[in-house]
Nanobody
């Protein structure tokens, strides 16, 4: 089984950058696709992007394409979400998730982290 822990959230000005990390425990990390989701206050959780178990390119939400990049480091059992050109509407709690198949759908993932807050000020 895989357990996930996000870090790297914080407060940043619009136009700035943040890199979130998701550290995974467990020897089967390399078998999982890894996704990122976010949830803003009063809104439903929404898909951000995912990377395949192979590390190959997955998919991104249209709202973050060209600004956010997901990568994974198998040696460190860690997945990263690099966020550039941040906007106030990116403010949310960000969650990483692990599942056998990457997709835009949250029910494809069976392991979730506790989330990390990202706040973008205007």
């Amino acid at each position: 089984q895989v357990q996930l822990a996000e870090s790297g959230g914080g407060l940043v000005q619009a136009g700035g950058s943040l890199r979130l990390s998701c550290a995974a425990s467990g020897r089967t990390f390399s078998n999982y696709a890894m996704g990122w989701f976010r949830q803003a206050p009063g809104k439903e959780r929404e898909f951000v992007g995912f990377v395949r178990w192979s590390g190959g390119s997955g998919d991104y939400a249209d709202s973050v394409k060209g600004r956010f990049t997901i990568s994974r480091d198998y040696a460190k059992n860690t997945v990263y979400l690099q966020m550039n050109s941040l906007k106030p509407e990116d403010t949310a709690v960000y969650y990483c998730a692990a599942g056998p198949f990457g997709s835009r759908w949250s029910n494809s993932y069976d392991r979730w982290g506790q989330g990390t807050q990202v706040t973008v000020s205007s």
